[in-house]
């Protein structure tokens, strides 16, 4: 497609579900990443990966949270026994490559909300 | 630590009103500063990179400073349209990755 697409938009689970959010990057951008937001604050960043490695997993709150790319293209973050303060907007976005010269390009996000 | 702060937190201008927003930070070996705008429900969408202090990029109404502690970026005769939450983020080399300030909510009215 033409932009980052993320999957599902909103996602509603209990407390203790795991889910899986997926991202497909731009069509041969080589540089993908995760970023959480909560409510009224700017994006934090999770996870990177460059092709199918993850160069960066600094982000990641929690060892609840696992991302992979195994192809180099397609990504899903998973969350295993979610809390209700896993609950913000989990922003994907892809570059060409990674470079201050190429842009991040961020999908709509998915919403996640634990009860 | 890394650390972009934005100000104000939120600004409401009339139509045409002109204002500025301030993006000031400290992100040890930062590379460049990127200019991002957000509307409700959607994905930050890019605006501008800015790379060393002095440099200035343009934009429709939108202008974007860069000096060695803080970036600007001014609205001229802004339109309902303007109207989102605008994000500033510097870039390290070190990680690839982007750090966001706050963000500034901006409301353009009638």
């Known amino acids: 497609g033409a932009g980052v697409s993320q999957s599902p938009r909103y996602k509603v689970a209990k407390r203790g579900q795991d889910v899986a959010l997926r991202c497909d990057p731009i069509s041969g951008h080589v540089s993908l990443f995760w970023y959480q937001q909560a409510l009224g604050q700017g994006p934090e960043f999770l996870t990177y990966f460059q092709n199918e490695a993850q160069l960066d997993k600094s982000g990641l709150p929690s060892d609840r949270f696992f991302a992979e790319r195994p192809e180099g293209s397609v990504s899903t973050l998973k969350i295993q026994r979610t809390q209700q303060e896993d609950s913000a907007v989990y922003l994907c976005?892809?570059?060409?490559?990674?470079?201050?010269?190429?842009?991040?390009?961020f999908g709509d996000g998915t919403r996640l909300s634990i009860l | 630590e890394d650390q972009v702060t934005q100000s104000p937190e939120a600004l409401r201008l009339q139509e045409g009103e002109s204002s500025s927003l301030n993006c000031s930070y400290t992100v040890s070996g930062l590379r460049g500063l990127f200019w991002y705008r957000q509307d409700p429900g959607k994905g930050p969408e890019f605006l501008f990179t800015l790379y060393s202090a002095g440099e200035e990029k343009e934009k429709e109404r939108l202008k974007a400073t860069l000096t060695k502690k803080e970036s600007f970026l001014h609205i001229t005769a802004p339109k309902p349209e303007d109207s989102a939450t605008y994000l500033c983020?510097?870039?390290?080399?070190?990680?690839?990755?982007?750090?966001f300030g706050g963000g500034t909510r901006v409301l353009v009215k009638p």
């Open positions: 983020a510097g870039y390290k080399a070190a990680g690839n990755k982007l750090t």
């Open positions: 976005a892809s570059s060409l490559y990674s470079s201050i010269n190429q842009p991040q390009h």
